[in-house]
């Protein structure tokens, strides 16, 4: 009898020991369920991180890129008509036309104004004004460079003059 008592016990403790183990490897399976969760939200995010900086750079580029395409656009606004067909002034303008392709191609695009637009300040930069007695106040009067989006995000707004009336005084 005294031996049933003992092997009794022994199989209550080994069974509290299996508990205790099934707890323990359900504890490990869950942290290590955590750690992979938050390593791939980890990894996510960094290559989140990434691609961000990369877009940062690539407008960076583009930034500089633009002021090669305004040079194209100034040298193209002055050679003679006379000239238009000649096949070197045709490859540079070819040259030209490949890079706007190239930015639009990734992801740049020309802010459209039109004279007589509401001034946007989130898109249109005010570099003067000029009184315009056929346009309301605070409109585009004159557009004086071009602006880009690049992505969807203004990288360089439009400058443009915008228009005001001068204000009469009463001579009583």
Do not use: C, T
Not at 38 to 64: F, T, W
Not at 75 to 82: C, G, K, L, N
Not at 99 to 122: R, S
Not at 134 to 161: H, M, N, S, T, W
């Amino acid at each position: 009898m005294k031996k049933e008592k003992n092997l009794e016990k022994e199989i209550e403790k080994l069974k509290k020991e299996i508990e205790k183990l099934k707890k323990e490897k359900e504890e490990y399976l869950a942290g290590w369920q955590r750690e992979r969760a938050n390593r791939l939200n980890y990894i996510k995010e960094e290559k989140e991180r990434l691609k961000e900086s990369l877009e940062v750079a690539n407008e960076g580029l583009v930034l500089k890129l633009l002021s090669v395409l305004d040079s194209f656009k100034r040298a193209e606004e002055v050679i003679p008509q006379d000239l238009k067909g000649n096949q070197i002034i045709r490859g540079f303008l070819q040259i030209k036309n490949q890079l706007k392709e190239i930015l639009e191609k990734e992801g740049l695009e020309e802010i459209q104004v039109e004279v007589g637009e509401k001034f946007n300040p989130e898109i249109h930069e005010a570099v003067g004004a000029i009184e315009e007695k056929d346009l309301p106040e605070d409109v585009v009067a004159q557009v004086l460079e071009k602006g880009y989006k690049f992505k969807g995000r203004v990288i360089r707004p439009v400058k443009v003059k915008i228009s005001f009336k001068k204000v009469e005084k009463n001579k009583n």
